[in-house]
Nanobody, 115 residues
């Protein structure tokens, strides 16, 4: 069982920045992928950014150029740096990890962007 603990959410004005952190209970090299999803009010959960074991990253189209996913292997932590935030980025952000096709989820952290 992989445990994921998120932190770093909060309230920010449009144009501001936040950095989310996700600490994993295991060596992140044991995980196939780690990523961030979000679920806005009345919306389905969607993938925001993902990083593979090999370090390949991919982003949802609306966040490309504004968000950056990265990792600190020594700390078993993945980050999501969010810049130029927009009100439409408001959502609960969830950390996700996949190991051998089995997904694991964090508890979620609220990000609210005011206009």
């Amino acid at each position: 069982q992989v445990q994921l603990v998120e932190s770093g959410g909060g309230l920010v004005q449009a144009g501001g920045s936040l950095r989310l952190s996700c600490a994993a209970s295991e060596n992140i090299f044991s995980l196939n992928t780690m990523g961030w999803y979000r679920q806005g009010p009345g919306k389905q959960r969607e993938l925001v950014a993902i990083i593979t074991r090999g370090g390949i990253t991919n982003y949802e189209a609306s966040v490309k150029g504004r968000f950056t996913i990265s990792r600190d292997i020594a700390k078993n932590t993945v980050y999501l740096q969010m810049n130029s935030l927009k009100p439409e980025d408001t959502a609960v952000y969830y950390c996700n990890a996949v190991r051998n096709w089995e997904p694991y989820w964090g508890q979620g952290t609220q990000v609210t962007v005011s206009s």
